[in-house]
């Protein structure tokens, strides 16, 4: 719950912050015999929790402004052609009738 908790104030949105909860408790699972018996599993759950919502939300971020960058890279190719589409056809016009002269 705390892991949960934690990450859904990061990153503001339920199901991404079950994922970091999940990633938290692969974490522990991972380093739970380098924990030392000072170590406070709350704390430790709240600080990783955090970490890696942090990343998770940076990482969406990034995502998100290359799908923005790609969408109006498509968006501007498709112009670029519709614009070489209606060059092309009056560069041809005139390639013929210099060519016929």
């Known amino acids: 719950m705390i892991a ?52 998770a939300h940076r990482t969406e971020q990034c995502r998100r402004l290359r799908e923005e960058r790609m969408a109006t890279e498509i968006h501007d190719d498709a112009a670029a052609e519709q614009i070489w589409k209606h060059i092309a056809l009056h560069l041809d016009q005139a390639m013929a009738h ?4």
Request: hydrophobic fraction near 50%; charged fraction near 20%.
């Open 98 to 101: 210099w060519a016929d002269t």
């Open 4 to 55: 949960t908790s934690a990450a859904l104030r990061q990153v503001q949105d339920p199901e991404q912050a079950r994922d970091v909860a999940q990633a938290v408790f692969l974490i522990l699972a991972r380093k739970a015999s380098s924990l030392g018996p000072s170590t406070i599993l709350a704390g430790w759950l709240y600080r990783t929790a955090r970490f890696v919502a942090m990343e």
